[in-house]
């Protein structure tokens, strides 16, 4: 697989070289978001790529001119699905007009809301999906592999050294290293901040449930390493990835890092070849269990027992009003969803008529409601805390139902590139793992910034066998 890499980009002058080293200098740079950022780019202002990517669309803009190119997989029918998906969210809002008119909420219109969010998603959406296909197009799926997967490792590192040093000084309390940590202030798009009162690392992201939102990211590209390499180093960016979503103390980060990692095996053990590989993986998983579970046994099960009590919503729970907070919400945009069936309230509508539906239940009691969610003083807006229940409530039916098959007709693709077992197995793979991550992420947040998500999908519509692109061109490819 590696010898085929050295004639793999189509073409290479200086201008691209530029263009391939800034746009994977903000591939890197994706986790970086504990900084605070430019208030004018809204909730993209903590992003590190929205700092690095225009410059990027700047370059591609002029290169696309000077070679008279530029790629928009138009005829490819999950690209078309994404079209129609954001063609009737704008149809939704529309449909509902008559209310958004009235719509006011902490200092914004229904119409102002729509304008901030469908930016928001055209700009991932759209402009930044086309900037990682045009990127992608002029690789081989054998070059790709390889070189994202080893800017997603030199990015790992970084966060796990991050998190290790943070990890041992907020729960095992030693100081010593704060100034060292410290000195992470000084890297790009990072601010170092320890919250002695919670034992949760976060590395270079803002908060804990981000974290665990990027190991979802390369959680597929560091198993990889197994297929692909030799010798017991191989296996160390798995175990890298496994430790610090422990670590993290992420109950989602846990559940899902552990799903993957199940897939990466299932997938293992459907091919004959890699029996040998899968019963090695398997005695040492039973070995490192048998040693870890004599010395720490009670202190695992407490553990579990800890994760698994917590997401309950009795008040006896750990994280009883976060709960709360996020199923109610959850459950009042159900109740929209049955008020506005089928079409739902329009595009960034949800907040407007789910604080009506919030349960008691839920809020009472419950500081998150009325000192954020609830307050008219504080600007933003209460998380949807579900993509889905989110589509539901804003697209209805119809939304749902597309965006659904955008999901479904994503994974159909990962699976039949597998079947066909060439070159592009691995990273057919690798993408199967990540968009379930990201599937599952979506359980537990509302928002479509997600750069794993368009990222993937860039790189999946540029690999697809047989795709057939537009050409926005004066010469043929």
């Known amino acids: 697989m590696k010898q085929s890499i050295g004639n793999n980009i189509k073409r290479k002058t200086p201008l691209w070289g530029v263009i391939s080293f800034v746009f994977f200098l903000g591939v890197f740079f994706i986790p970086f978001n504990s900084f605070t950022g430019i208030s004018a780019l809204g909730e993209y202002k903590n992003d590190a790529p929205i700092y690095i990517f225009p410059f990027v669309i700047i370059l591609l803009f002029i290169y696309s001119i000077k070679v008279k190119k530029f790629y928009i997989p138009y005829q490819n029918p999950i690209f078309k699905i994404l079209l129609l998906l954001l063609g009737w969210f704008l149809v939704a809002t529309l449909l509902n007009q ?3 008119t009235t719509y006011f909420f902490k200092g914004k219109s229904g119409a102002n809301r729509f304008v901030r969010q469908y930016i928001s998603l055209l700009i991932s959406s759209i402009v930044f999906l086309l900037l990682y296909y045009n990127i992608f197009r002029h690789y081989t799926p054998t070059a790709i592999f390889y070189k994202l997967r080893r800017v997603f490792l030199y990015s790992f590192i970084v966060v796990f050294i991050y998190g290790v040093m943070e990890f041992l000084i907020v729960s095992l309390g030693v100081s010593p290293l704060k100034p060292i940590l410290g000195l992470f202030s000084y890297f790009p798009f990072t601010e170092v901040e320890l919250q002695s009162f919670n034992p949760r690392i976060s590395s270079v992201t803002f908060e804990t449930p981000a974290l665990a939102t ?6 597929g590209w560091m198993f990889s390493y197994i297929l692909t390499e030799k010798g017991f180093l ?6 890298l990835v496994v430790f610090l979503a422990i670590a993290s103390g992420s109950r989602a980060g846990i559940v899902v890092i552990f799903l993957q990692c199940g897939m990466f095996l299932f997938f293992l053990a459907r091919d004959k070849k890699l029996h040998a590989l899968l019963i090695k993986i398997g005695l040492f998983l039973l070995l490192g269990g048998v040693v870890i579970g004599f010395y720490k046994g009670p202190q695992i099960s407490g553990f579990v027992i800890e994760k698994l009590s917590s997401f309950g919503t009795t008040g006896k729970a ?7 907070s996020r199923f109610g919400i959850q459950y009042a945009n159900i109740e929209v969803f049955k008020k506005f069936p089928i079409s739902g309230v329009g595009f960034g509508q949800q907040a407007f008529e789910a604080k009506k539906e919030y349960p008691r239940w839920a809020t009472i009691n419950n500081w998150e409601f009325r000192l954020k969610y609830l307050n008219p003083t504080v600007s933003s807006y209460p998380p949807g ?15 749902i139902l597309l965006f659904l098959l955008l999901l479904t007709s994503i994974l159909l693709a990962c699976y039949k590139l597998l079947k066909v077992k060439d070159e592009r197995y691995v990273l057919a793979l690798v993408l199967l793992i990540s968009f379930i991550g990201s599937y599952m992420d979506w359980l537990k947040m509302d928002t479509f910034r997600v750069f794993s998500f368009w990222l993937h999908f860039g790189l999946l519509l540029s690999v697809l066998k047989n795709n057939r692109q537009t050409l926005i061109s004066k010469t043929r490819d």
């Open 98 to 100: 008559e209310n958004i």
């Open 214 to 219: 990027y190991l979802f990211m390369v959680s």
């Open 234 to 239: 191989k296996y160390i960016p798995s175990i």
């Open 318 to 324: 750990k994280h009883d009003i976060s709960n709360r």
């Open 385 to 399: 805390y579900n993509i889905y229940t989110r589509v539901l409530a804003e697209a209805g039916i119809i939304g």
